[in-house]
């Protein structure tokens, strides 16, 4: 989008953009959401920014009106592909809590040197400024939404001390964290659980925000490949749909459910989660978010995909499909390969042999009681469980064997040619697994699966596209989205 496109959308106060820019008025020395209700400013007192941390690098603090951190995060970092796109999905992963700038650095193939020039040139914003903004994000979800007492809400956000984190929401919000937990009453967040600081797990609820329009079909999508014991799906009468599950994350473990409410005013979608490391929420929440593609620009993308006529019909049933991501991309790819050539319920089955593996735990959930198994422990006992061809088996088990020695790495800061020169040699992987791993771990927006049987069978249910290319070039970037179409179609009776 260029200055005036921008401009645009800031004068009708468009909630679409929320989050893919903000708007620095230097008249007032304050930045805003898109759709802030204020006055919109004269054009030549406003420079947009990329992030919210390069406004507040250039000076700018966060508007008390609309709190722009309150906003669903940008799409552009799983479309873009170079350095910056892949830098802000390892940062909101909350690598540089964990490992420092000089191991987001070594994980994207530069010094640190490079990196910080990189995106300080790409976003207005070095790494560690990034990173600040990302911890002020989770730092005020929490502070408004739960009743976690502020010191655990300093470290559950990254912070490394309660002094740092009272400075940095002083700085990016012009308040205390106390006069922030305010802004939620004001404006009537209901505040959900949230205890810790005994050593017992800490709970919380809080809703996560979502542009609309938002198709639940996605959690039918994870209702079918549920494993027992580690996930679980229900439908209430009201029409709720929940997804829960465990797992493992890097202090420590957690349980999570996830809960639409379609009935309810504002169809919330409402998080509650119970982890053992105060530490670890900025990483759940990330990870919950790419689960459900909640920071997708549906109307863009169903703009776009609805261009193809094929597609237009479905479009209009099934505003807002998401692509489901990956909260644990060894586990993903372990999934890809069972679910090879197979129908779903079929690897639904293998999968739960394979889930006696899982160390037990205690997460609250009736049903849930264990994790899902580590690479290690599918590599030392997988053969023992898994049935069918023999080449298979021992495809699962290399590969496993592979990531649990490390001479295979791969995760959300990888691209798709990568993660191809990176799979593609070993046994049992072909490109439709490459594919399947890019859509769900990268977020990849243009991957097309033409080779998978469910997208024939989806195309044969479609209306017919004369001209048009069987890949859906027409609709690319969207063609991830176009898949997941092909995918809910091929459910349905054949056009007539």
């Not at 919210?52 to 940008?74: D, F, I, M, N, Q």
């Not at 639940?216 to 709720?240: K, N, Q, W, Y």
């Not at 771990?441 to 249910?461: E, K």
Request: proline share 7%.
């Amino acid at each position: 989008m260029d200055f005036w496109q921008r401009y645009r959308a800031i004068d009708a106060r468009d909630t679409r953009f929320d989050g893919q820019f903000f708007t620095a008025v230097s008249s007032t020395g304050i930045y805003c959401r898109p759709s802030c209700p204020a006055r919109t400013p004269k054009a030549e007192n406003v420079t947009f920014y990329e992030t919210s941390a390069a406004a507040h690098e250039a000076g700018y603090r966060a508007c008390k009106r609309c709190l722009p951190e309150a906003v669903p995060g940008t799409p552009a970092w799983n479309i873009r592909s170079d350095v910056a796109g892949r830098a802000m999905r390892l940062i909101n992963d909350g690598v540089i809590t964990r490992e420092g700038v000089d191991g987001l650095a070594h994980r994207l193939g530069y010094s640190a040197r490079q990196l910080n020039r990189i995106l300080s040139h790409e976003l207005g914003a070095g790494p560690l400024s990034l990173a600040r903004a990302s911890r002020a994000q989770t730092a005020r979800t929490l502070l408004v939404s739960t009743k976690m007492l502020l010191a655990d809400v300093a470290f559950a956000s990254g912070f490394n001390s309660v002094r740092q984190f009272n400075d940095t929401i002083g700085e990016v919000f012009a308040m205390t964290p106390t006069a922030l937990r305010a802004t939620g009453a004001k404006s009537g967040v209901r505040r959900g659980a949230g205890e810790a600081s005994d050593g017992t797990p800490a709970a919380l609820t809080l809703n996560l925000p979502y542009r609309e329009p938002f198709d639940p079909g996605i959690f039918d999508f994870l209702a079918v490949r549920a494993v027992p014991g580690i996930e679980s799906a229900s439908t209430g009468h009201d029409g709720t749909r929940t997804y829960a599950r465990t797992l493992r994350l890097p202090r420590g473990n957690a349980t999570f459910s996830v809960a639409y409410s379609p009935s309810r005013q504002g169809k919330p979608l409402q998080l509650s989660a119970t982890v053992v490391d105060l530490h670890d929420l900025p990483v759940l929440l990330s990870r919950v978010r790419r689960l459900f593609d909640l920071d997708a620009d549906p109307e863009a993308i169903d703009d776009a995909l609805a261009m193809d006529p094929r597609l237009k019909g479905s479009i209009k049933e099934v505003p807002g499909i998401r692509v489901p991501g990956a909260v644990d991309p060894q586990e993903l790819l372990v999934r890809a390969l069972i679910g090879q050539q197979i129908t779903v319920a079929a690897a639904r089955t293998a999968l739960t042999q394979l889930s006696a593996l899982g160390s037990p735990i205690d997460g609250g959930v009736p049903g849930l009681d264990r994790l899902f198994p580590t690479a290690a422990e599918l590599a030392e006992d997988a053969r023992t469980l898994l049935r069918g061809p023999q080449r298979r088996i021992e495809s699962v088990v290399a590969v496993a064997e592979a990531m649990a020695t490390g001479a295979l790495e791969f995760g959300y800061g990888d691209v798709v040619a990568g993660l191809e020169r990176k799979l593609l040699p070993l046994p049992g992987i072909g490109p439709w697994t490459v594919g399947y791993v890019a859509m769900r771990v990268l977020g990849a927006p243009d991957v097309f699966l033409s080779n998978d049987a469910a997208v024939r069978n989806g195309l044969r249910v479609l209306p017919p596209g004369p001209g048009l290319t069987p890949e859906f070039r027409e609709v690319s970037p969207w063609r991830s989205y176009a898949t997941m179409h092909l995918w809910r179609a091929a459910t349905k009776p054949k056009h007539s």
